[in-house]
């Protein structure tokens, strides 16, 4: 397993989580890296995506002023912290690596992929 993605759980609306993401291969830190989400019985959408120096970030409409993306390179890992949860949020979180320096929105545009994280935001 090349990316490796963890600190999903059970939270109750308005509560907070940190979801990180450690990807395995070296170097990683060439390559912008996102976070997707699933819901049940819906597709895989976009979250949010970093470029490789983590200087510009992306989140998508839905998480905005609530999500932040990070990452620290010197551990090769990916962070993203949830704030100000909501019920919409339950989602397996999936982490991925770019095939590009850049950040990107596009499944298409990352090769690698992680596990994924369940996270459940409770009414």
């Known amino acids: 397993v090349q990316l490796q993605a963890s600190g999903g759980g059970l939270v109750q609306t308005g509560g907070s989580l940190r979801l990180s993401c450690v990807d395995s291969?070296?170097?990683?830190?060439?390559?912008?890296m996102a976070w997707f989400r699933q819901a049940p019985g819906k597709e895989r959408e976009f979250v949010a995506t970093?470029?490789?120096?983590?200087?510009?970030?992306v989140v998508a409409d839905s998480v905005k002023g609530r999500f932040t993306i990070s990452r620290d390179n010197a551990k090769n890992t990916l962070y993203l912290q949830m704030n100000s949860l909501k019920p919409e949020d339950t989602a397996i979180y999936y982490c991925?690596?770019?095939?590009?320096?850049?950040?990107?929105?596009?499944?298409?545009?990352?090769?690698?992929w992680g596990q994924g994280t369940q996270v459940t935001v409770s009414s």
């Open positions: 291969r070296r170097p990683s830190s060439n390559n912008g």
């Open positions: 970093i470029d490789w120096r983590g200087g510009s970030t």
């Open positions: 991925a690596t770019s095939l590009y320096a850049r950040g990107s929105s596009q499944e298409g545009h990352y090769r690698y």
